[in-house]
């Protein structure tokens, strides 16, 4: 039995997950699936990155005092979205697990032991999207190219791990090693950073209280980072890892980082790490100051888990940018998945129904059509374990297509009254033509593969049925139904996820306020405490827009106040309603009034 170990970058707790992230996860299982149905001893692992600022900002942006039970809360958002993707992991870390922090002391402990931690300084910048120090070199206009934001500039002392001793080393594995790092572009990356040459890297952070503290050194919080990295150690029977799917956005924490960590610590360097592309939603970056950000479970509700694996893995080839938009989704579905896949397996199994009173007829199986089918499923076969796995799925719908044609040309409905045997081979080729997308479509589209094959009245259990054409005349079939259905444009008012009804809308009491005071929050970048009058007197307010308004200009200003919001407490301040706002790339704006209007009156 081979081992498969496949795992996918810990996503951060920050924000919800998107379809980002669920495209590697998607891919991810796909390969996870596969192995398991190649009979392979498979572990795929996931899970969140939890140990970092990000973390402790959000969770006071949302008012959270507890920022374990902000964690707990985003990780059960992350996890439903996993299962309503149909993910199959078989285990899922969190960073806060005490399971994970024994992994991570461990690793520390070794390289220390090596001699390859040493205390130092650093003063630089330091990007907290990033969660790295950035170099003036790699600044566009100032800003992280990759987050768009001005890094901070820090002085601070940290323990440093000494990575630059492992340079030759990491380059000699590379270059040995042809499918370390996949696809080319990225491994050319990697080269040239490394030639460039290496310098230590801080793995330390000093005066952070969220996080895995330092063994010996309680001051000293351990590099998200390196805590993150170690992950990957935790199901240390399967290391080392046969693939770690990431983007491209990570590829030097895990082709040079990761790597150097691994080899100071001991331990086997992962077989390989294939890094993809970024998908853009509508040919914009996903943002959420550009609302494009689409929950992957919204989308499962509306189109079905199948349909967004399947249009993921399809449109969007492995290793390269991609863009995904709801048109190009529902055209993916309707000409793809309704009109070649779904349209080929309704007929064959219909017409059996119809004309063969649900037994598979007598006939012969077309050996020409048999070689044809045995070449395409060795094709998939190997264009999967190169991890092509958008090719493989063109290759597989091909087989569908292929299918559709058959059963065009050989007009069984005509030839059924003049030919009967050739009416009857025909669906028995086209019968074992469905059982083999049933299997070879099993990884991709797991829930209507298990549809598909209790439609044709067979089990699937083995990737060796795809190459076994063995459904026998008189075999019967189950009910047939409509698999994939079409389904048209979206008229935008009824496209939206969250639709209210009026009534629910005329729960919210908004009010025009008159803002008689504001001052700064100590020890806040963005928050203003705000005196509001409304309808029922003066108002407490804490708003989240000291970055965009000082306090004087807010002075005197109409604004809009929900005031019916239930009390939030934002650092130590109870706030009794919320500005109303609107936001995109540039920053934010105050609703306003465009003429004198009393404070009280009712916004509608
Ligand atoms: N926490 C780190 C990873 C630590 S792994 C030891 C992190 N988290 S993240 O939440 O930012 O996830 C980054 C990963 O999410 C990318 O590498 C990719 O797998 C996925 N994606 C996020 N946005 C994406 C796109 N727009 N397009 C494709 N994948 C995307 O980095």
New binding site residues.
Partial sequence: MAKFYVT?????INAVP?I??A??TVVADVLARWHRLRGDDVFFLTGL?EN?VKTVRAANEKGFNDIQTYADSMAKVWIDAWKSLDISHDDFVRTTQERHHRNVYELFERIKKRGDIYKGGYEGLYCDGCEAYITEGELVDGKCPLHQKKPKRVKEENYFFRLSKYQDQILEHIEASPDFIRPEARRNEVVSFLKSGLKDVSITRPGLDWGIKTPGDPTQTIWV?FD??C??LLPRDYWPADVH???K??LR?HCIVWPGILLSGGYKLPKEIFA?????VDGKK?SKSLGNVIDPAYLVKKYSADVIRYFLVRGVSFGQDGDFSEDSLRTRLNDELADVLGNFVHRVLTFTRDRFGGKVPQGKLDKKLEAEVHERVQKIEQLLEELKVTQALEEIMAIAKRGNEYFQSCKPWEAIKSEPEKAASCLLNCANLVKVLCVVLTPFIPSASANLAKQLGVKVNSWKQAKELDIKPGHRIGEPSIIFTKVKANDPAQAHPNLVSIDDFGKLDIQIGMVKSAQKVPNSKKLLKLGVEVGGGPRTIVAGIAEHYTPEELVGKFVDVVVNLEPAKLMGITSQGMLLAAEDEKGISLLVTDKPIKHGSKVR
């Fill in positions: 996918t970058p810990i996503y951060y998107h980002g992230h495209y590697t990155d970092s980072w993150a990295l992950n990957y799917i990431i983007a956005d990570i924490f993809h592309g970024f998908l853009t996903i």
